[in-house]
T-cell receptor, first 113, second 114 residues
Framework: DAGVIQSPRHEVTEMGQEVTLRCKPI?????LFWYRQTMMRGLELLIY????????DSGMPEDRFSAKMPNASFSTLKIQPSEPRDSAVYFC???????????FGPGTRLTVL | AQSVAQPEDQVNVAEGNPLTVKCTYS??????LFWYVQYPNRGLQFLLK??????LVKGSYGFEAEFNKSQTSFHLKKPSALVSDSALYFC????????????FGQGTELSVKP
């Protein structure tokens, strides 16, 4: 299995632009998680899905952030409009069941100028 | 509220010496505990987990962790450190009453010197 796939690996954009991050979980995994990692705040859970349904989005920082999972093999995290403080590494992870270990993708390093 | 604490930002160890990375937790109910490692510019990699059973859990790359319920700790250990073990280590806890959500500690930077 290829593991969790994220694209792009790096994204540089200007303030105000829309950013879309993509994730393909491991096949057969029912849970998908989006995290953000910064030096100041560490690793934060933004949102997670179970069987394509959002379960907990309490970590989404504000309305500028949205996430979707249209099918079991694809999820997006969108920021519109982007701001410099959104600069971070965004990770996607998936797991078989809620009590299983999560497998992380390589991350997307987002820089908003 | 559930929480995880990693009291040391950094741990320095000489190669060949034993290493310990500390983690304490606070949850309501029985904890599910995890250790992850992150190498530079990489995603987190799963090392080991405790759900139930033996308090000493063995994981990848020779690492093990000891669950101590009375001290609410789950310290990561390795008998003999390697330079290649240098990385960022995260402890995480999941409360099974709260679904799949993991709470991560702030991370501990492990540096192993030759």
């Amino acid at each position: 299995d290829a593991g969790v796939i994220q694209s792009p690996r790096h994204e540089v954009t200007e303030m105000g632009q829309e950013v879309t991050l993509r994730c393909k979980p491991i096949s057969g995994h029912d849970y998908l998680f989006w995290y953000r990692q910064t030096m100041m705040r560490g690793l934060e859970l933004l949102i997670y899905f179970n069987n394509n349904v959002p379960i907990d989005d309490s970590g989404m920082p504000e309305d500028r952030f949205s996430a979707k999972m249209p099918n079991a093999s694809f999820s997006t995290l969108k920021i519109q409009p982007s701001e410099p403080r959104d600069s971070a590494v965004y990770f996607c992870a998936s797991s078989l069941e809620s009590y299983n270990e999560q497998f992380f993708g390589p991350g997307t390093r987002l820089t908003v100028l | 509220a559930q929480s995880v604490a990693q009291p040391e930002d950094q741990v320095n160890v000489a190669e060949g010496n034993p290493l310990t990375v500390k983690c304490t937790y606070s949850v309501s109910g029985n904890p599910y505990l995890f250790w992850y490692v992150q190498y530079p510019n990489r995603g987190l990699q799963f090392l080991l987990k405790y759900i139930t059973g033996d308090n000493l859990v063995k994981g990848s790359y020779g690492f093990e962790a000891e669950f101590n319920k009375s001290q609410t700790s789950f310290h990561l250990k390795k008998p003999s450190a390697l330079v290649s073990d240098s990385a960022l280590y995260f402890c995480a806890v999941r409360d099974y009453n709260q679904g799949g959500k993991l709470i991560f500690g702030q991370g501990t930077e492990l540096s192993v010197k030759p």
